[in-house]
């Protein structure tokens, strides 16, 4: 499996940025999908996640009302809406799969984990 996360950049606070992480490798629509990211000195976080079929999302507090996780499974794509950006999203941001298709909190139950997207919010 490979999950390849493309679209970080540099913004300004209050601006947006649209993720995108294309799998291949095995069937997409089967497994829940995740976002996580890790700022340096600190230990990679849950950001969002959603599962196979896109109908549950869940979200931390710290971005809830802000980003928006999707997927579409005819292009074997995950995204991650990002507005209202704020300097602490800033980040090295990971997409991850599942185990199986439900939607998971926590690292250790995602086995396949993207490269990762630099994302860095200027004040």
């Known amino acids: 499996v490979q999950l390849q996360a493309s679209g970080g950049g540099l913004v300004q606070a209050g601006g947006s940025l649209r993720l995108a992480c294309v799998a291949s490798?095995?069937?997409?629509?089967?497994?829940?999908m995740g976002w996580f990211r890790q700022a340096p000195g600190k230990e990679r976080e849950f950001v969002a996640a959603?599962?196979?079929?896109?109908?549950?999302?869940y979200y931390s507090d710290s971005v809830k009302g802000r980003f928006t996780i999707s997927r579409d499974n005819a292009k074997n794509t995950l995204y991650l809406q990002m507005n209202s950006l704020r300097p602490e999203d800033t980040a090295v941001y990971y997409c991850?799969?599942?185990?199986?298709?439900?939607?998971?909190?926590?690292?250790?139950?995602?086995?396949?984990w993207g490269q990762g997207t630099q994302v860095t919010v200027s004040s």
């Open positions: 490798g095995r069937t997409f629509n089967r497994y829940g």
């Open positions: 959603i599962i196979w079929s896109g109908a549950s999302t």
């Open positions: 991850a799969q599942n185990r199986d298709g439900s939607s998971s909190l926590y690292p250790p139950d995602y086995n396949y």
